[in-house]
């Protein structure tokens, strides 16, 4: 990830991911075992991820669940530990199932639910600070400037790829090198040890709201779809400084960076799904998500304040872009799951989920068809480019396991690895998550519990600067406490 591509209009690789990835959410039940519910069902999870699901229902319910999220960085830059975390409460899943048995010989039943869910919450806090002793955020905008000519240089003719230059010009950190080099610039400074800090914030969330139908076919096949309409909502603002603490340079003395990106959107997409029973000891379940088609909307404000002396005395620069809202379609790639569950006699089941995801197969697009500038066709094209060049298919297995250890209580555990959507994967790792959980069954009403706690490793780059970029190290942790409370009638 880095600090000065979201520029451009917040299209860059870890949103494209994010916005494309599912955490582990749902309901405490489904929850517990790690989300391993393909080939299971009668539980409003189903819903989003294999609608065959509802098929197992016998009795309609309405059921409530409230989760609250930590999260957790600590990153280390040039040789600094820093450690930040925030917790949230929220609306995890609010469902209800209508079960509607049939008089058929062979059809036992046909359900319907409507269900919302956070898919996905965009919350962190980090931060880091060191003294850069290999480079400076003004060798970043010399080596960015370089080939582009001096009369370009403005709002108006510069190329969408090449804005990021545009700070480091208005502010004064480069200049042209001379009139016998054409195209070519220095920086105000020429060497490092400036103090570098960096300050972030994420919020925001995707939630889905899904209307599902479900059949059972003589108690051994089932088979389910569902409109999925997911509501997206993120908010980045980051804030960038470097300064000259200790003096070592008679012309500069910091260099601020602010952005703050909105993007809303809606999307739509499809669920459709099939659980067989050959048995009562046996279920397999398959599901195909199609991609999500998504009309989204970025606003963004970037900003550089600079302390410099040009000779005329210390003096602060200022140059902000209000950039006008910008409405894009983006589309997620398709998924197909897979499941399997093997019940232990009365006493529970181990269930175990693979699934295919090629993060590879994310797109941007104009949201206008006959669109004409070919500057905007450009840009879509260099990040899709970038997406299909270090992003690549991801394979999650999941494994969950329920043992009923009296009658009306039963305890569960999951375990997940979700393989590294990234070429590189040192930019970000696989994450696994372990969850465990303890459910209250009576007739008509059921209480579960669940904690999951998910963790992956990733690098953060303030700025790119090819081999000579500074890194942060990030360790990512996640934890979940949900709760769920289900009435049937």
Known sequence: MCLIPFILNAQNLEEARLFGQADVNGTARSMAIANAFTALGANPYALHSNPAGLGYYRRSEVQISLINHNNQIDNTFIGNRNSSSISRFQLGNLSYIQAQQLDNNNWKGLNWGVSYQKTNSYISDYSFKGVNQSNS???????????????????????????????????????????????QYVGIIDGA????????????SKNELAFGLGANYNDQWYIGGSLN???????????????????LYNNFTSANFY???????????????????????????????????????TTAYDSITTDLNNGTGFNQYTYGIN????TYN???????????????????????????????????????????????????????????????????????????????????????????????????SARQSISGGLGLSFKRVNFDLAYVHSSNNLVFQPYALGAESSTSKWAVTNGKVAASLGVKF
Do not use: C, M
């Open 229 to 247: 309409v997911p509501f997206l909502r993120y908010n980045s603002t980051t804030i960038f400084d470097e300064t000259d603490d200790d003096n």
């Open 330 to 428: 983006y589309r997620t790639p398709a998924q197909i799951d897979l499941g399997a569950a093997f019940f232990i006699k009365q006493r529970g089941f181990v269930s175990v989920d693979y699934s295919l995801r090629p993060y590879n197969r994310i797109r941007y697009n104009s949201s206008n068809d006959f669109l004409d500038d070919t500057a905007e066709n450009e840009l879509y094209n260099i990040v899709n480019a970038e997406i299909t060049t270090n992003l690549k298919a991801s394979h999650n297995i999941k494994i969950g396991a329920e043992i009923f250890l009296i009658k009306h209580l039963s305890l569960r555990a999951g375990y997940g690895l979700e393989s590294s959507p990234y070429v590189n994967e040192n930019a970000f």
């Open 193 to 204: 040890g400036n103090t570098q800090s960096f300050k972030g914030q994420l919020r925001g």
């Open 137 to 183: 955020i003004v060798d970043y905008f010399v080596e960015a400037a370089n080939g582009i000519p001096y009369e370009f240089l403005n709002l108006d003719d510069i190329a969408p790829e090449d804005v990021p230059v545009l700070f480091g010009w208005e502010g004064w950190l480069i200049d042209t090198a001379s009139s016998d080099i054409p195209n």
């Open 259 to 297: 952005s703050d990106v909105d993007i809303e959107g809606v999307g739509f997409g499809l669920n459709l799904g099939v659980s067989y029973k050959p048995n009562k000891w046996v279920r397999v379940g398959v599901n195909i998500q199609s991609p999500e088609w998504y009309s989204l909307t």
């Open 323 to 326: 950039y006008a809202p910008n």
